[in-house]
């Protein structure tokens, strides 16, 4: 089938998002096709908004609109707590339980030699050169139970042996292989509560 220029093009742009095929694309396009312009502009509105405001907070690398997110800004955090994340959707994982009230480090990946991706293709400079040094006396590493996520703990673990800082993983009670981001709260409250120390 021969399709407009135009829908062609969106299919293709709506196809750049990870998990959608050119079939869930095509309704996609369909849908906006169907939607009044003044919802087209808004929606057109929302993502260009999304793309210039949102950035990655200068202290832990969380997703926000200002220089510094409202966690790592807030007066009632426990910032001698760190909980280590893969990304923005686990720590939003994490805040939809209510439990931790400690702070976040996004390492923004994993470290993964298959794919290429070194220790200093990720957040952890930061955490281990700047953030220890203030007082922290736990860091929580919540990263997948995946090949990826051992490596990485692995590393941060090495880097911060000869610390004082305490330092726990989340309970296998995970399973191997899930992401974060897909389990329910409960799941995530019990992980926390019967976390391990590594150290």
């Given at each position: 089938m021969i399709y407009p220029e135009e829908f062609q093009h969106l299919r293709d742009s709506f196809q750049e998002l990870p998990g959608v095929g050119e079939k869930s694309a095509e309704r996609y396009v369909y849908s906006i096709d169907s939607l009044e312009i003044d919802k087209v502009e808004e929606f057109a509105k929302n993502l260009l908004e999304f793309k210039n405001n949102i950035r990655k907070c200068s202290i832990c690398g969380h997703i926000t609109n200002k220089e510094v997110c409202s966690i790592c800004s807030s007066d009632t955090r426990e910032t001698s707590t760190i909980c280590v994340v893969e990304d923005s959707k686990s720590v939003f994982m994490f805040e939809k339980t209510g439990k931790f009230n400690?702070?976040?480090?996004?390492?923004?990946?994993?470290?993964?030699?298959?794919?290429?991706?070194?220790?200093?293709d990720i957040n952890i400079s930061s955490l281990v050169d700047k953030r220890v040094l203030n007082g922290v006396k736990e860091i929580i590493l919540a990263l997948n139970p995946s090949m990826e996520g051992e490596t990485t703990s692995l590393y941060i673990q090495k880097l911060l042996e000869n610390t004082d800082?305490?330092?726990?993983?989340?309970?296998?009670g995970i399973p191997m292989g899930a992401d974060i981001e897909y389990l329910d709260p409960l799941t995530i409250i019990r992980a926390i509560d019967d976390r391990k120390f590594l150290s």
């Open positions: 400690g702070v976040y480090h996004v390492l923004g990946g994993l470290i993964s030699p298959v794919n290429e991706i070194n220790p200093d800082i305490k330092i726990s993983r989340l309970s296998y």
